[in-house]
């Protein structure tokens, strides 16, 4: 099944047309003709089944037949990851973290960061093309960038960790969670969280914890860290 996005839907909608590019995906790439039966979310819990039409390649409309809601899980996943050197190895990370149930991610400036400016744009894609990929009905939010000092001054709902590397007293991720409870987790970049932003933390009530014996990259820690939060919940 393909999933198809339009972020304006609601539950009372009865038709829209599809944009020029989808409407071109669907009726000249996938050959969708009248009649024809799409699946679409608007990334906010609603699941809507639609018929075609009109399929044309320049304003496919569908009626829509039915909908129905996802309630939201009783826990959150919230990822503050600092962004890579390398643009495709934070694409790569905010892909796979969608597929496997991200609620936030949040980009992190870090005083080891070589990376300090973020443009979101394609990123907003990759997320999107994520969640269609995957059949979720939930699109996770992109937060703005913001300096580590200003986040962990955020109140935050739920357990709050952060994962580094230096070799202290650290309780494993896995033993940690509670089911049904929200979780924001820190990652640092490649150079790893600076002794300064380690303090100010733990000041903040952050838990360090560890994701395993291996020393992993930026964007390997926060798909072990989603999917350690993932399965502990199921």
């Not at 304003?59 to 503050?80: D, G, Q, T, W």
């Not at 694409?91 to 973290?97: D, G, P, R, S």
């Not at 496997?100 to 999107?128: A, Y």
Request: charged share 25%; glycine share 4%.
């Amino acid at each position: 099944m393909q999933l198809f996005y339009n972020s304006e839907l609601e539950a009372t909608t009865k038709a829209f047309n599809f944009s020029k590019d989808e409407s071109r995906h669907i009726v000249k790439v996938l050959r969708k003709s009248t009649g024809d039966l799409l699946k679409i979310t608007n990334g906010k819990g609603w699941m809507f089944e639609a018929e075609v039409v009109i399929p044309n390649h320049n304003k496919c409309v569908v009626n829509i037949l039915s909908s129905n809601f996802e309630a939201p899980r009783p826990y959150k996943i919230n990822l503050a990851v600092a962004p890579t050197k390398m643009n495709d190895r934070y694409e790569w990370f905010i892909e796979k973290a969608t597929e496997i149930g991200v609620d936030q991610i949040i980009p992190i400036i870090c005083q080891n960061s070589e990376r300090k400016v973020i443009k979101t744009e394609r990123f907003e894609k990759i997320l999107q093309s994520a969640m269609k990929q995957s059949l979720h009905s939930y699109l996770p939010v992109l937060a703005p960038a913001i300096s580590f000092f200003e986040f962990i001054k955020t109140p935050q709902q739920g357990s709050q960790y952060i994962a580094y590397c230096k070799d202290d007293v650290k309780l494993n991720l896995k033993d940690q969670i509670k089911p049904g409870t929200s979780i924001t987790i820190l990652i640092g970049p490649e150079g790893d969280f600076s002794l300064k932003e380690i303090e100010a933390a733990l000041k903040q009530h952050y838990i360090p914890v560890s994701l395993g014996a291996s020393r992993l990259r930026t964007e390997t820690a926060g798909i072990v860290a989603c999917h350690t939060i993932q399965l502990c919940n199921e």
